[in-house]
């Protein structure tokens, strides 16, 4: 419903207004309704409706006035004028620099009164539809640099982007220029000792303090890039980088000490859990992580061997898809899940399966969808939409291409419903 206010000085007028339209059915709602303009105008002190009809003349502040005002504002607010005459009428044409739209004349009709608002409605639902649509494109391009950031700093710390050229092309992705102040922050995150762990596991565990360190500070992201383990005890470490938001003040320093603080206070929260932040190396531009990449001991107690890591990456990875190879995923979405980069993911299903992540993918839901339609009596349609396909056409010819075969040919049963 859309917000609609009404101005009349004459009673029965604002009475017939308000009441003999059936303003639901139109899609607006009246939330308010006066006897004068500056009524009106306090009104828009602290609300804004969607629309204001009002008569043209009142006593002290004309509808003319309040046209005025909305336009000099830049309310996003319609103005509907009544006029009680042809000489007001005339009048009013001027309001057409106020970005008056509509002029009625009374006695005004219901009829008419619908035929002028359901055209406001057609506006008000394509603006609704236009903003709404501006927000999801911001919101996807936010999500999008999100995940670029995250791969520029995997990428960056394990030394890919050592190649000049390869850099500037990264950074220009990330709409940062070389001298372009953008600051980071490369910390470990100590972990010592834990109650919580033995509740709710490894995972759950490092998965807690990665939330953690996203609402440390609301000027700063976090982005991780590794943990490190001894064996199955303790301490655990994360490596990782706090990025400076574009919209921040980078005048006012960026306190550690404050992150440190604030990471104690929240982990008293998780039953024994001891966190300590420290601060390895403070950057004025995202190509100084990649100039001078992290160099993790392999020999140290806490490092895991390459082999151990890429074993423990993989099962993530494996154990994420199977759990959500129905769903619509992509890459990108088991990497922002398994805080790892893309391409490494890709690598490793590569080396374990000897095929691409959709190759892969489509293959797994094919297996599970054979399963199903040898052992159960499910229509095709419906085991179609349990791995993942909704287009049972498009379903079919997924399967065929990956089997040779109908689904059909996997049936017992050769009345089979919905295909």
């Not at 607010?77 to 620099?97: N, P």
């Not at 010592?192 to 990665?210: A, K, M, N």
């Not at 992150?259 to 950057?283: C, N």
């Not at 100084?288 to 001991?297: G, N, Q, R, W």
Request: proline fraction near 4%; hydrophobic fraction near 40%; glycine fraction near 4%.
């Amino acid at each position: 419903m859309y917000s609609l206010v009404i101005a009349e000085d004459e009673l029965t007028m604002r009475w017939g207004l308000v009441n003999m339209v059936k303003w639901n059915e139109l899609g607006f709602r009246v939330d308010g309704e006066f006897s004068d303009g500056q009524e009106v105008l306090a009104y828009l002190e602290n609300s804004k409706p969607d629309v204001i009809l009002t008569d043209i003349k009142m006593n002290r502040v004309s509808g003319l006035d309040i046209a005025k005002f909305v336009a000099e504002k830049q309310l996003p607010v319609q103005v509907v004028l009544l006029s009680s005459g042809f000489a007001e009428f005339s009048y009013a044409q001027s309001a057409v620099e106020y970005h008056v739209l509509h002029y009625l004349l009374k006695p005004v009709s219901v009829p008419k009164l619908r035929e002028v608002f359901c055209e406001i409605r057609e506006k008000l639902d394509a603006r609704e539809a236009s903003q709404s649509a501006m927000l999801n494109r911001e919101e996807h391009y936010e999500k999008l640099m999100v995940h670029q950031r995250q791969s520029f700093v995997m990428e960056a710390a394990s030394g890919i982007l050592k190649d000049p050229e390869a850099l500037k092309e990264r950074l220009a992705l990330l709409d940062v220029s070389p001298n372009q102040p953008e600051r980071l922050l490369l910390t470990r995150v100590t972990v010592q000792r834990s109650g919580f762990l033995s509740d709710c596991g490894v995972q759950e565990l490092q998965e807690e303090i990665i939330r953690m360190l996203h609402g440390l500070d609301a000027r700063l992201e976090f982005y991780p890039i590794n943990w490190e383990r001894a064996g199955n005890g303790f301490p655990m470490t994360l490596l990782g980088v706090f990025w400076e938001k574009a919209a921040s003040d980078r005048n006012t320093p960026l306190p550690v000490w404050k992150l440190k603080e604030q990471l104690e206070r929240e982990s008293e929260r998780l039953a024994g859990l001891q966190v300590s932040l420290t601060l390895i190396k403070s950057m004025n531009n995202p190509a100084e992580l990649a100039e001078s990449p992290v160099e993790i001991d392999a020999s140290a107690p806490l490092a895991a061997s390459e082999e151990s890591k890429m074993s423990a990456s993989i099962e993530q990875v494996m154990n994420y898809i199977l759990q959500h190879y129905c769903e619509d995923i992509t890459l990108n979405d088991v990497a922002s899940v398994v805080y790892l980069n893309p391409i490494y993911i890709s690598r490793l299903i590569k080396e374990q399966t000897g095929k691409g992540f959709s190759e892969w993918l489509m293959e797994m839901r094919i297996k599970k969808a054979v399963s199903q339609l040898k052992h159960t009596d499910r229509y095709v349609y419906q085991i179609a939409e349990d791995v993942g396909y909704p287009n049972l056409k498009y379903f079919y010819k997924v399967f065929k291409r990956t089997t040779g075969k109908s689904p059909n040919d996997y049936r017992s049963r050769k009345d089979e419903k919905g295909t």
